[in-house]
């Protein structure tokens, strides 16, 4: 099983050294005994960069979690299994949804907190996210209230801390509305949380900033209803 070094509070490390596991060159992607790429997951999309060993080097253009193997999908030389490979991620690009996750918790807990609605859909992307809540109807001036909410959050400069919790007090502590935690399987325990401030705790396993100060701001440049009582809001960061 491939080791995850980001895992549960390294996001800011960006090389790293490892050996390869498996090499499958027929579906073009190979294994590693330790990773800092993250895999697509949680909404987020998976990390990119490049790997390079004595006689070789590939970018990695794509990573996967499946059948309990994280997928490093290649595109140049193929290392051998056994090889020693030095890795180093795309940093601008894990940055940017490092600052984009943490602002759509920040969104999350902000419309939880002002019109009782839960997040039920949203996708991260490095230019522009979107959030689907549920049930609610909002009104230009609920856009705008929400706008203003998660930047007065942000501008407090709260702490982000990231840990493994066991389930049950996990279960204990997450505010009502906040997440799914029975779509999580019951096998997965502990739980890695996100903890903004020491108030909102939700479980994640995506890769976030250590402080809500580099987030920067958000600006909501899109908001349209998804049928009943269910609304889109979609954010870039300036």
């Given at each position: 099983m491939t080791e995850l070094l980001y895992y549960?509070?390294?996001?800011?490390?960006?090389?790293?050294?490892s050996t390869v596991s498996k090499v499958k060159s027929v579906d073009g992607y190979i294994c590693l005994?330790?990773?800092?790429?993250?895999?697509?997951?949680?909404?987020q999309p998976a990390d990119q960069g490049k790997i390079d060993w004595k006689n070789g080097e590939a970018?990695?253009?794509?990573?996967q979690k499946e059948d309990g193997k994280i997928k490093h999908y290649i595109q140049g030389d193929v290392p051998e299994e056994g090889e020693?490979?030095?890795g180093e991620i795309n940093w601008d690009r894990r940055y940017k949804l490092m600052r984009m996750h943490t602002a759509q918790h920040i969104m999350s807990w902000v419309v939880l907190n002002m019109y009782n609605a839960?997040?039920?859909?949203?996708?991260?992307?490095?230019?522009k996210t979107r959030v689907d809540f549920k049930p609610v109807d909002f009104s230009e001036k609920d856009v705008e209230k929400i706008e203003k909410g998660v930047n007065s959050l942000i501008k407090k400069e709260?702490?982000?801390e990231k840990s493994e919790i066991p389930r049950q007090e996990l279960e204990n502590r997450v505010q009502e509305g906040r997440t799914k935690l029975d779509i999580i399987p019951d096998n997965i325990d502990?739980?890695?949380a996100i903890i903004i401030g020491g108030e909102d705790i939700?479980?994640?396993?995506g890769t976030h900033v250590d402080n809500l100060n580099e987030i920067g701001r958000i600006k909501i440049v899109n908001n349209k209803s998804k049928g009943a009582n269910k609304e889109r809001l979609e954010f870039k960061l300036e």
């Open positions: 549960p509070d390294n996001e800011y490390e960006k090389e790293f050294d005994d330790e990773t800092l790429f993250f895999p697509q997951g949680g909404s970018q990695i253009v794509d990573v020693k490979v030095h839960e997040t039920y859909s949203l996708q991260i992307k490095q230019d709260l702490e982000v502990p739980l890695r939700c479980p994640c396993s």
